[in-house]
């Protein structure tokens, strides 16, 4: 798992290419969870990319959760 703090050459987002790698789901499922703001991350999306805080990813995988909906009201 990666650091919290990103290392030299390393981005403060993710791309939902890097979340494929780290988490072994598919593109299409992933694409798809953000899509629908389903990932247990905030996800932003600039222009056609999507992208994850990596601050965030790394809180919620240290964190053990699940995958849940986060439905902003």
């Known amino acids: 798992m990666a650091t919290a703090t990103p290392t030299k050459g390393e981005s403060d987002t993710l791309t939902l290419y890097d979340l494929v790698e780290r988490t072994g789901l598919s593109y299409t499922t992933i694409y798809e969870q953000a899509r ?33 909906s986060n439905d902003a009201a």
Not at 37 to 65: C, E, Q, T, W
């Open 36 to 68: 629908l703001n389903k990932l247990p991350v905030p996800v932003f999306k600039i222009g056609r990319r999507y992208l994850v805080s990596r601050k965030a990813y790394d809180a919620v995988m240290s964190a053990g959760h699940e995958p849940q």
